[in-house]
């Protein structure tokens, strides 16, 4: 029952993506406030079947730690899911991604449509200070960013090194970092056919503030980021609602 609920899901899932993609063209000639309009009805969608067919839900935790100001929100990445979530979770965040996802066709053109910035992983330090110029323009939108700092999507559990990107960002910007844990991974794993049912935690964590040198900034973001997601990954498996 299970397969047949994921395979249900995902053939509506790409189902109705195809459909709004194609749909929503001219929201490309309107800017992000359209590209983010449309973006909230395909999330909220799949959100729904989410929970419709495979029984998983959502919980977010530290909303009152949120500072006023735009920050930089620097996330755990386990599955695709917060990807597509913290799109609405979020206002308008502008995502730092790798270039990669921007060839995906008509969706890498709702990703630069929406003001996302793509970073060549293989560029070295050409890619960072390009990043940085694209940044330094884009924060005057007044648009929180949103980056994984690892770079790439994780097992729950496993560790890898953290990017430079973040810190680079955060010297850049001047802005507070929010760190993100969650433990999407346990329901929605990276490569995984079936999504199981239960409901995932995201935990806005306590800001860093600005200013901090870079090497005591990573060691804190990493810190709390890392012992978060654990500490969630232990607590007992909390139902969807």
């Known amino acids: 029952m299970a397969h047949l609920r994921a ?26 406030n359209a590209v983010f309009a449309l973006c909230r009805v395909w999330v909220g969608i799949t959100l729904w079947l989410l929970r419709l067919l495979t029984g998983l839900d959502h919980r977010i935790l530290g909303r009152e730690r949120l500072p006023a100001e735009p920050v930089i929100f620097a996330v755990k990445h386990q599955s695709s899911w917060e990807t597509l979530a913290l799109a609405t979770i979020l206002d308008r965040p502008i995502y730092v991604l790798k270039r990669e996802l921007i060839w995906i066709p008509l969706f890498g053109l ?14 070295g330090a ?46 850049k910007l001047d802005r507070p970092v929010v760190p993100v844990a969650l433990n999407s991974g ?9 999504k199981k049912p239960g409901r995932i935690t995201v935990e ?6 600005a200013g901090l040198g870079r090497r005591r900034f990573m060691k804190e973001l990493e810190t709390r980021i890392e012992g978060a997601s654990q500490r969630l990954l232990e607590a007992p498996p909390s139902p969807a609602e």
């Open 110 to 123: 709702y990703l630069l449509g929406s003001g996302a910035l793509a970073v060549d992983r293989g560029a």
């Open 7 to 32: 395979l249900l899901f995902n053939l509506l899932f790409y189902l109705v993506t195809a459909l709004l993609a194609i749909v929503g063209l001219p929201t490309l000639l309107l800017g992000p």
């Open 186 to 194: 346990v329901f929605w794993g990276r490569r995984s056919f079936l």
């Open 126 to 171: 050409k890619a960072l200070r390009q990043l940085l110029r694209k940044a330094g323009e884009a924060a005057k939108s007044g648009r929180p960013f949103l980056i994984f700092p690892e770079g790439t999507r994780t097992a729950p559990g496993e560790r890898r090194p953290y990017q430079p990107g973040i810190a680079a960002l955060y010297d």
């Open 204 to 209: 806005f964590l306590e800001p860093i503030p």
